[in-house]
Antibody, heavy 119, light 104 residues
Framework: QITLKESGPTLVKPTETLTLTCTFSGFSLSTTLEGVGWIRQSPGEAHEWLALIYWNDETRYSPSLESRLTITKDNSKNEVVLTMTNLDPVDTATYFC???????????WGQGTLVSVSS | VMTQSPATLSVSPGERVTLSCRASQSVYNNLAWYQQKFGQAPRLLIYGISTRATGIPARFGGSGSGTEFTLTISGLQSEDFAAYYCQQYNSWPLTFGAGTKVEI
């Protein structure tokens, strides 16, 4: 059974850097085709895909946010970390991590973590 | 760009509902549907346009091709009142529709 859980700060000040951790179980990111992505959902808005990392260290980023995002993984800890720089109040959202196998859909999602950006 | 319609659908239990999703360009069969209840994570319902995910009841059905897709719920049950989102995974960036809220 695959599970994922997001963790990180609930409140961040504008211009600060956000670091979110996705801790997962039920699969290994050292196994071929396995991947973990980050998606966010602002209040009243559509889901926005942010970044994705694969078993082979391939990374993909949303073009609109690529300059601010870094995604990394730690296979020994079963963790994926997303870093977003220069936060703005418009980045206030619930951030989800999700499992993806190959170039397909997200089959399992974490519960999400709400991040507010405010001074 | 994924466009869903309608934004909100008011229905009664037992009714059949049809939700639409349109892609700005062909996504071939790389189309998924998710259900999300308030405060919960999205749940995968359908992938590959019409394949139900594990444990998804048969009342959920997906259809369509190319750029036009439909999610049908036959015999709406109380637990089906939620928001539904389509997503294309054919090309980068991965994109989602804005969703259809199914309410009583």
């Amino acid at each position: 059974q695959i599970t994922l859980k997001e963790s990180g700060p609930t409140l961040v000040k504008p211009t600060e850097t956000l670091t979110l951790t996705c801790t997962f179980s039920g699969f290994s990111l050292s196994t071929t085709l396995e991947g973990v992505g980050w998606i966010r959902q602002s209040p009243g808005e559509a889901h926005e895909w942010l970044a994705l990392i694969y078993w082979n260290d391939e990374t993909r980023y949303s073009p609109s946010l690529e300059s601010r995002l870094t995604i990394t993984k730690d296979n020994s800890k079963n963790e994926v970390v997303l870093t977003m720089t220069n936060l703005d109040p418009v980045d206030t959202a619930t951030y989800f991590c999700a499992h993806r196998r190959g170039h397909s859909f997200f089959d399992t999602w974490g519960q999400g973590t709400l991040v507010s950006v405010s001074s | 760009v994924m466009t869903q319609s309608p934004a909100t659908l008011s229905v009664s239990p037992g009714e059949r509902v049809t939700l639409s999703c349109r892609a700005s360009q062909s996504v071939y069969n790389n189309l998924a549907w998710y259900q999300q209840k308030f405060g919960q994570a999205p749940r995968l319902l359908i992938y590959g346009i019409s394949t139900r995910a594990t444990g998804i009841p048969a009342r959920f059905g997906g259809s369509g091709s190319g750029t036009e897709f439909t999610l049908t719920i036959s015999g709406l049950q109380s637990e089906d009142f939620a928001a539904y989102y389509c997503q294309q995974y054919n090309s980068w960036p991965l994109t989602f529709g804005a969703g259809t809220k199914v309410e009583i």
